[in-house]
C-alpha cells in the first residue's frame, strides 16, 4: 500500500521552514527520502531505520516515529535550490521500496 | 554510491512496436529495480531483477509485456513490448548500494519514451 504524503505542495520564500510528511498503514522497517528536479531522476537524501536516530543532511532532517508509523522530513532556512519533488519511499520486509505520492516543493527568491 | 547510465535517454515510438532500454552500473550490484514513472506522478516499480534468476513483476505487470534480461552483475535490459500511448511514461532503473549498515537505491537518469 502506497504510503500517504502531505502536504501535496507547498511555496515558500527563501529561508523559511517546511515540513513533509509521510505515513503508512503498514508496518515500517526504514523510510528512504529522495528529492527530484525535474526532468531529472531522483537523488537519495537520507534513510531512516527503526529505532535509529534522526537523520540530518545539510539543513534537511528528518525523523521517524514508528509507533505512528510515520516520518518527517524538515526544510529548514530553505534555500532556492531545494525545489523539486520530495518523495519518500517505505520499505518493509524484502528489499522493496513502496513510493508515496510526492510533495512539491518550490522556494522564491 | 554506483554510477548508472541508461540507454536511450528518450525515444518516440509508433504504437505496436517494442522497445529495449538498458540499464549499466559501474560497480557489481545483486539487485537492480525498474520504475515506471507517468508525467506528474510517483513511482511504481515493475520488477526486480537479480542476476540468475528470473525477474519478479510487481501486480499489474507481466513478463509478456515487459520482459527483462540481467546476464551480469552490471547490466539489465527492460523492453516494452507492443507499445501503446498508455505506455509513455519515463522508465528509470535503480540499483541497491549499501549504505554503512543497510541498503538504499539509487536511480539512474531514466528514459523518457513517448508512444504515439
Known amino acids: 500500500q502506497q504510503p500517504v504524503q502531505s502536504p501535496q505542495a507547498v511555496i515558500l520564500r527563501e529561508g523559511e521552514d517546511a515540513v513533509i510528511n509521510c505515513s503508512s498503514s503498514?508496518?515500517?522497517?526504514?523510510v528512504h527520502w529522495y528529492r527530484q528536479k525535474h526532468g531529472e531522476a531522483p537523488v537519495f537524501l537520507m534513510i531512516?531505520?527503526?529505532?535509529?536516530e534522526q537523520k540530518g543532511h545539510d539543513k534537511i532532517s528528518a525523523s521517524f516515529n514508528e509507533k505512528k508509523q510515520q516520518s518527517s522530513l524538515y526544510l529548514t532556512a530553505s534555500q532556492l535550490s531545494y525545489s523539486g519533488t520530495y518523495f519518500c519511499?517505505?520499505?518493509?520486509?524484502?528489499?522493496?521500496?513502496?513510493f508515496g505520492g510526492g510533495t512539491r516543493v518550490l522556494v522564491k527568491p | 554510491s554506483a554510477v548508472i547510465s541508461q540507454k536511450p535517454s528518450r525515444d518516440i515510438c509508433q504504437r505496436g512496436t517494442s522497445l529495449t532500454i538498458q540499464c549499466q552500473v559501474d560497480?557489481?550490484?545483486?539487485?537492480m529495480f525498474w520504475y515506471r514513472q507517468q508525467p506528474g506522478q510517483s513511482l511504481t516499480l515493475i520488477a526486480t531483477?537479480?542476476?540468475?534468476?528470473?525477474?519478479?513483476?510487481e501486480s499489474g505487470f507481466v513478463i509478456d509485456k515487459f520482459p527483462i534480461s540481467r546476464p551480469n552483475l552490471t547490466f539489465s535490459t527492460l523492453t516494452v513490448s507492443n507499445m501503446s500511448p498508455e505506455d509513455s511514461s519515463i522508465y528509470l532503473c535503480?540499483?541497491?548500494?549499501?549504505?554503512?549498515?543497510?541498503?538504499?537505491?539509487?536511480f539512474g537518469p531514466g528514459t523518457r519514451l513517448t508512444v504515439l
Open positions: 535503480s540499483v541497491e548500494d549499501s549504505q554503512g549498515y543497510t541498503d538504499t537505491q539509487y
Open positions: 503498514k508496518a515500517l522497517y526504514s
Open positions: 531512516l531505520l527503526k529505532g535509529g
Open positions: 519511499g517505505t520499505g518493509a520486509a524484502g528489499n522493496k521500496l513502496t
Open positions: 560497480s557489481q550490484v545483486t539487485m
Open positions: 531483477a537479480n542476476q540468475g534468476s528470473e525477474a519478479t513483476y
